[in-house]
């Protein structure tokens, strides 16, 4: 009986692996003919890769083996990095007590007073303290922007300064609680809104910054009730200690000293949390100072390159196509991947985290929240896709994982550059393709 039951099993196998070059036969035609349908896709560059993660093969591709701009794609990268590197929680101040004085030091925390991040574990840590404060600023080994970053965009919401020790998420929020009426937190930057010189009042209200102080100018006074939008202030070790001791209304000093061996690290988030409420808005300011964290964790400073370089040696050199990544976020216009590395980033990550729900949790989900909420629509009242956005100027990205109608679980990454077109309408073919792929495997 075992020898017939075994020759059942050994036939059952049989039939699947002769099932899977069939299907992946099926899959190219079907999906071939959409992609020479889409007339969207026909004017620029794009490439798409399709992967069977219980067979573990791919099953389609078109231009999945040439280089793009994968723009916020690449903070699946930083999760990859985050997860290997970072514990559960993330280390939010870094210190030592001295008798009667407590020494600290930044370790990359984005959320310290940030206005919807912040834990307050930090911030109550050091006002209820009562030993003297002594702060020592650490400078990283980069420039606070990274190599291929818009310098034009050095004002936009987007686009925060990179430090060692952020504080209200590096950015100035600027609100109109009535009609003609703008304020700012921190308060210490309301004396330096200034009314644009030869401005008229009539003129449609605008709001920027000088590109290397931190005066901010209004175009009028024509601001009207409900505006809210934040800046980017230009960052520096004396501003950081001004704003810290406004909010604690106690004083700090700012101090060099070399740091000892017995140092304590005082953690303020979840890091898993922390990576959501990266993934989901694309947070470009979170990506990179989860480097930064990765970097103090690992090294002791803040060398994000050195931490791209040895992701690359440790993960990487397995892909199959080389890996370029010059940041964390994807605002470098210099990042390439492939579609198909992608794909293997994202079964890498599906392998390192056994719950499929914990690891759905990171990423938007399609129908239900994040930047693909109004993208897809439920299918059977459910969500089928979680996927990674990435959008730059003439780049449009999506990457992630699939659930199809027969429970087959894939991992896809699609990616578009080179488009002069609305990026909606790319956006468009890529969710008619996406929901296709659900409802007929």
Known sequence: MFIAMKKRTLSFLTLIILFIPTLKAQI?????????????????FYGFSLYDADSGRFIFGINEEKHLMPASNTKIFTVLAALHILSDSIPGLQYVERGDSLIFWGTGDPTFLHNRLDSHKVYDFLKRSGKHLYYVPTQPKEPFYRNGWAMEDYDEYYQPELSSFPIYGNVATFRAPQSGSLSVVPALFQELIH??????NRANFALSRKFDTNVFEMSSINVKRGYVNEKPFKYSDSLF???????????????????????????????????????LPSDNFMAEQFQMMCSFVKYGEFDTRRIRSDMQQEYYTHFTDKIDLQ???GLSIYNLVTPRSVVELLALLQSKVADE????????AGGVDGTIKSAYQLDQGQPFVWA???????????????????????IFSFLNNNFVTAPRTIRKEMVAIITHIRQNY
């Open 327 to 329: 940041d964390g976020s």
């Open 388 to 410: 990674k956005t990435g959008t730059l100027n003439s780049a449009y990205c999506q990457s992630g994982y699939i659930l199809t109608r027969n429970g087959r679980r894939l």
């Open 195 to 200: 009314v644009r010189e030869q401005s008229s």
């Open 241 to 279: 200690l001004q704003l810290l001791v406004d909010t604690l209304k106690k004083e700090v000093k700012m101090i060099d000293y070399e740091k000892p061996s017995d140092t304590h690290i005082l953690y303020s988030n979840s890091r898993n949390e922390m990576l959501r409420e990266m993934m």
């Open 28 to 44: 190219d035609v079907d999906l071939r003919a959409k992609f020479e349908h889409a007339e969207d896709l026909k004017h620029h």
């Open 357 to 364: 729900a914990v690891l759905h949790r990171l990423f938007p």
